[in-house]
Every structure is written in structure tokens, then in C-alpha cells.
């Protein structure tokens, strides 16, 4: 029997998940390196749609990267809307820059804390590289605010340093398993594979995973604390508040020109001169730019129309939201504060700038301006 078959069979299971439903997610595939210039889609599928892609890309299965969405919506439904979504799944990514080791070695003892602490199975899938991912299935459905609150009580304080909290998404993709992940080296430009698979708690082969193999997690166990902080107004500092008064920064009417603006960091200028010119930018860049711009006093509606000009696959829906997310108008409603530095350093965005004493891009605009 060849692997086409097998392969099918396992995504059927893995696709309509630890419930078993008939559901649409969302789905993305790219021919080589996600983030080069080859084939990629990411779209809603069914399981049939998803299966139909097998047909058409599967003689190119050992470069395929396959993703699908981790939240669902029951197939009658058919809104992949933040309100809508469902999850059967609470879904960790441990990444380790050092080595491969260290990721899976901490993934297993995540896995058996959870075992020890709450009775259910977590499913690790070593991605290849140097990361791996945690899978744990759930018992009963949970809806984007509660799989928020059990993500982080399930995460040991000790294990978040290794955790992408940009997994806290409510339509994340993450890899499936026994598929190819492919990347491209950066100096070379040559392309490097590995197969993922499943390796704990027990090391699987495609044909033999069934979900009844492992021990869903009940989220009615999860002992769940939300902390509600009174309002409560602290006066600033009277200087401060004049100076920024006085020399208060006004942004161009368009979001373009600031590419060419004084004030402007490196960092944020990259980032709208990569978007403007390959009309697409990573998930932490969307981010920062949101951020930066909300800020430096941008409305939102001009971020919606920006990204609408700019960005391929652009979707008014789910930009919206995003936006709105990071402004506080929806889901958790937190001021979200613009990236500190040395975040936008670790995530690969600082090109550097002369301005060593400020903590973040904001700064650099503010304290700038009341130079002038």
C-alpha cells in the first residue's frame, strides 16, 4: 500500500478531530518554504476540499507544507468568525534556538505534568527542526475565550520562556503531522526538509494514530482565574505631560509617507517598505505595525484601509478583527502596548538605530519629535 492512502486516512481523523465532527477550518499549503514566492493558499476548507488538494499536490508531497487552523466551526455553520469558532484542542509550540533536544526534552516534561496534574494524554509531534509542538485533545468543546484562559493556566510558569505565545490566536495554523516541513536557507537559498511525526506518548506510525489512543483533557477540571482590576487613574507626572503637549507628534494623512518621515524608526520603516513592496508581511510584523500606528494616533479605520491597499491576503473580516483586537475593542479588550524593543529584537525586526536609551519604536518617534 502507499503512503497516499494512509495519509488520507490519517487526516480524516486528525481533521475532524477528538469529537469527531464534520467541520470546516481553515487550511494553508505552500509548494516549498511558506515564506518564498512559490504556490501557497490559505483559505476555509471542508475535509472533502482539503482531500481534493491531496489530488492535485500530493506527487509533491515531500515539498508540501501543510497547516490547518486550529479552532472550527461545524460544517453546517460555514463562519469562520471569532464568535463562532470552537476548539477541540489546546495547541503549545516549544521552540529552542540552541538545539532540537531541548525543545522535545521540555515538551515532555510539559506532557507529563499534564498527565499528573489533570489525567489527560498531550500529543507531541516533533517538527523537524528545531521545535515541537503539543497537541491536547479536550473532552467537550471551548470557545476562543476560554481556550485563551486554559492555554495559559495549563503552561507551567518555568515552560513559557519556550512557548510562541503567538499560538494565543484564535485562527492560528499549526503543522500537521506526518507531513513534510520544508525551509529555505536564508544565506543559500537552498531548500532543507524534515518529516514530522508523532513521538510521544508513544512513537506512532501514520496507520496506527486513533484519537481514542489518548486521554481528552475535561476543560470543566481546568481551575480557571480571571483577576478584574478596578479602574483606577494615577496622575502623571505634570512635565511630562506639558512637554508632550507641546511637542505632541502628528502623523502624515497617509500611512505611506512615513517611510520618508524624520521621525519615523528603521524598524517600523522596514516594515511598511517590505509590505508595501511584497505585499505581505509575517504575523509579528502585522503586529507591531497595528501597534506602532494605533500609538502614534493613527483610527483604525485608516490601519483597514491601509492593509486593504497593501497586503495580498488581505480579508476585511478577519483584519478587522485583528485590529480592533489590538486596539481593546474586542475579545480580552487590553490596551495592548506597543512591542518593547528587545522584543522586536528577538523577533528579528530591529535593524538597529542610534537611539540606544528608548524602550520601544513609540518612544523613538516621541522623544524625537521634542528635539525638533
Request: charged content about 30%; proline content about 6%.
Amino acid at each position: 500500500m502507499g503512503y497516499r492512502p494512509v495519509f488520507e486516512a490519517f487526516i480524516r481523523k486528525w481533521w475532524r478531530g477528538p469529537l469527531d465532527v464534520d467541520c470546516i477550518r481553515e487550511f494553508f499549503y505552500s509548494v516549498g518554504d511558506p515564506r518564498g514566492q512559490g504556490k501557497k493558499n490559505r483559505d476555509p476548507y471542508t475535509l472533502q476540499g482539503v482531500i481534493l488538494v491531496l489530488d492535485e499536490y500530493f506527487r509533491k508531497f515531500r515539498m508540501l507544507n501543510m497547516f490547518y487552523g486550529i479552532g472550527f466551526t461545524p460544517a453546517y455553520i460555514d463562519d469562520l468568525s471569532p464568535e463562532k469558532m470552537l476548539y477541540d484542542r489546546i495547541v503549545y509550540d516549544f521552540d529552542s534556538k540552541e538545539d532540537l533536544g531541548k525543545a522535545i526534552s521540555k515538551a515532555f516534561e510539559f506532557a507529563e505534568y499534564l498527565k499528573e496534574k489533570y489525567g489527560c494524554d498531550a500529543i507531541i509531534v516533533r517538527s523537524g527542526f528545531k521545535g515541537a509542538h503539543i497537541v491536547v485533545p479536550l473532552r467537550k468543546p471551548t470557545n476562543w475565550e476560554g481556550y485563551q484562559l486554559i492555554w495559559r493556566t495549563l503552561l507551567p510558569h518555568k515552560l513559557k520562556q519556550l512557548s510562541d505565545t503567538s499560538m494565543l490566536q484564535w485562527n492560528r495554523l499549526d503543522r500537521i503531522p506526518y507531513t513534510y516541513n520544508v525551509k529555505q536557507d536564508k544565506k543559500t537559498g537552498e531548500l532543507h526538509r524534515r518529516f514530522t511525526r508523532i513521538i510521544y506518548p508513544q512513537k506512532l506510525r501514520v496507520e496506527e494514530f486513533r484519537w481514542d489512543l489518548f486521554e481528552p483533557l475535561d476543560p470543566s477540571t481546568v481551575e480557571v482565574n480571571e483577576i478584574i482590576l478596578p479602574d483606577i487613574r494615577i496622575k502623571k507626572i505634570r512635565r511630562i505631560r506639558r512637554n508632550y503637549r507641546k511637542h505632541r507628534f502628528s502623523p502624515p494623512d497617509n500611512i505611506e509617507e512615513l517611510v520618508n518621515h524624520p521621525l519615523i524608526p528603521p524598524c517600523i520603516k522596514n516594515i511598511i517598505e517590505s509590505m508595501m513592496k511584497t505585499r505581505y508581511l509575517k504575523h509579528e510584523e502585522r503586529v507591531a505595525l497595528v501597534l506602532y500606528l494605533k500609538w502614534i494616533g493613527y483610527d483604525k479605520e485608516k490601519i483597514i484601509e491601509f492593509f486593504a491597499k497593501h497586503v495580498k491576503d488581505y480579508k476585511e473580516r478577519i483584519t478587522r478583527y485583528q485590529v480592533e483586537y489590538l486596539y481593546g475593542l474586542r475579545g480580552t479588550k487590553r490596551n495592548y502596548k506597543m512591542y518593547l524593543c528587545k522584543k522586536m529584537r528577538q523577533k528579528g525586526m530591529c535593524p538597529g538605530c542610534d537611539k540606544e536609551y528608548i524602550k520601544n519604536p513609540v518612544m523613538y518617534t516621541l522623544t524625537s519629535n521634542s528635539r525638533i
